[in-house]
């Protein structure tokens, strides 16, 4: 029979990587910039990867700056729908619900021409997204941090080491 250190190991283990999935990440867009003027948001999202459960949160100047949610069309005129009410708190959460493109523009006279807009793909909770790619907004790994590191890699490293003293001791 196996040693009780061994199955303490072993439930860790089996616990972070059933947990894993489950861990949404927070997006701050832009990062510690947040939602203005003079950002490559496109830059931006192609250094992330969002999934089902993941929240954008936009910081910003209130009554300066607003998040409207956008289709492609919208998205690619800087003219917001009519019938979709503007968030305007300057700390706006968007919780991801569904997996697919999502577009994301700022209402404000001008701003979105000026590059205030972002379109991000939110891919499935459970799945593994394909390695990234240039053209594909959005594809790469998630951090609400300029430093990038997978929640779902960490607590599996974690649960690496957790055995491995346990094991040692």
Known sequence: MASTPFMIAVIIVVVAIVASPVMATDH??????????DFN??????????HVGDKL??????????????DQEAF??????????????????ISLTS??????ICGVGKHCEKGMKVAINVWP???????????????????????????KFVAVIVAAFAMIVVIMT
């Open 125 to 151: 909770a459970e799945s593994v997204s394909p390695a990234p790619s240039p053209s594909s907004p959005g594809s790469s790994s998630s951090s609400a941090s300029s430093i990038s590191l997978d929640s």
């Open 99 to 104: 997996p697919g493109k999502k577009w994301y």
């Open 57 to 70: 949160i936009f910081k910003y100047k209130k009554d300066v700056h607003n998040v409207y949610k956008a």
């Open 76 to 93: 690619k005129s800087c003219t917001p729908s009519s019938d979709v009410t503007p968030l305007t708190s300057g700390n706006d959460e």
């Open 41 to 50: 948001y496109t830059a931006w999202a192609a250094t992330k990867q969002f």
């Open 28 to 37: 701050w867009v832009g990062d510690d910039q947040g939602w203005k003027l």
